[in-house]
């Protein structure tokens, strides 16, 4: 989830610091006990969770979201409470407690909902939580979701909370697994919700319909790179091409970085080609420049001059990073999905003789 902080300028110096100093947040002792505890239940990751305690787990978690429902730390108990399984898997101290944690997070999730004084927030939240359990579980017993059971939990939301973050969090959800299940159907949900009055889920809806479109259409990129020199893909036509949205102040991105450079040195001859998207903020130019040299980032890279946000991130809706585009030999996207090994596999069945 990304958290923007809007910060207001105030004219009066004597009361900008007195009301800056109300501004800043004052963390009850109480509440920071209980999400301590609730912290506690998930054990160490370093030790493979040795000391994990589902029920600490949750209970603090529903205790807080009781006495301090309204409080910034309620959305980050809602993801630890998302991801939580999640962090299990792939480590063979802890992926034997998965199925356990989904069964326990599913009873919590059922018996918390039975409660209908929750405020929006909250409400919204444990449905967030409860339709991303269910998918794991339908996804580890079978392969896919129950669609028809995760649109029925995005309706419940819109019906209560239109506006929610949350509805577009599962939106977000629907959309990926619409894209492999039904790929027929995406275009026109996806311009249902562009057309939608809530401006976040219309944002994500036209930014994901032009991501679809880049299936028929190839995609058009042309910048001045960080070297002076002019990009545009139509250039690059005839070979597959990872566009990498990324920054140096983001720490999944520059860890992706080693396997891209791998994979150039790997598959660069055979023809295969990195375009970067700086997400770096407009001060740090130089600071780009350096760490793009340090690193051997031996690839171009668009700086966004303009002081905005990128006008690539823009178009499609680009809410987090790394973002990647692997598109094929004749402009076309690929996938999106190239984290870890799996532009390796990509490029392997792309290029691989």
Not at 1 to 9: E, F, S
Not at 90 to 118: F, I, Y
Request: hydrophobic share 45%; aromatic share 8%.
């Amino acid at each position: 989830m990304l958290i923007r902080i809007l910060c207001t300028l105030l004219l009066c110096s004597s009361s900008a610091r007195l009301l800056a100093q109300e501004a800043r947040p004052v963390l009850d002792p109480v509440a920071t006990a209980i999400w301590s505890e609730h912290a506690r239940g998930m054990g160490d990751r370093s030790d493979g969770r040795a000391g994990v305690d589902f029920n600490l787990v949750t209970g603090k978690a529903l205790e807080f979201f009781e006495k301090f429902p309204e409080e910034r730390r309620v959305g980050g108990i809602l993801f630890n409470l998302a991801s939580f399984g999640g962090w299990m898997e792939g480590d063979e101290r802890t992926d034997a407690l998965r199925a356990g944690w989904q069964q326990h997070l599913r009873r919590a999730m059922a018996d918390a909902l039975q409660n209908k004084t929750w405020p929006d927030n909250v409400w919204a939240g444990l449905h967030w939580v409860a339709a991303k359990n269910e998918i794991a579980i339908q996804v580890a017993a079978g392969g896919k979701p129950d669609l028809a059971a995760l649109r029925a939990r995005i309706d419940t939301i819109t019906a209560r909370v239109p506006a929610s973050s949350y509805r577009t969090f599962l939106e977000q959800e629907y959309v990926r697994w619409l894209e492999q299940l039904q790929p027929e159907a995406v275009a026109a949900h996806l311009t249902k919700l562009a057309g939608s009055d809530v401006e976040d889920l219309a944002k994500f809806g036209q930014g994901q319909l032009a991501i679809h479109q880049l299936k028929t259409t190839p995609m058009e990129l042309r910048f001045t790179a960080l070297d002076g020199t002019t990009v545009d893909l139509a250039d690059y036509r005839g070979k597959v091409v990872l566009v990498d949205c990324w920054a140096t102040w983001c720490v999944p991105c520059v860890k992706e970085l080693p396997a891209i450079k791998a994979a150039l040195a790997k598959w660069g001859d055979k023809g295969f080609a990195v375009v970067g998207i700086s997400f770096d903020r407009i001060g740090d130019k130089e600071k780009l420049i350096k760490f793009v040299a340090d690193e051997q980032l031996n690839w171009p890279h668009w700086f966004n001059e303009s002081g905005g946000k990128n006008p690539f991130g823009l178009k499609y809706n680009i809410r987090s990073i790394p973002a990647t585009f692997l598109l094929g030999k004749d402009g076309l996207l690929v996938t999106t999905e190239t984290h870890g090994p799996k532009l390796e596999a990509a490029l392997q069945r792309l290029l691989g003789e």
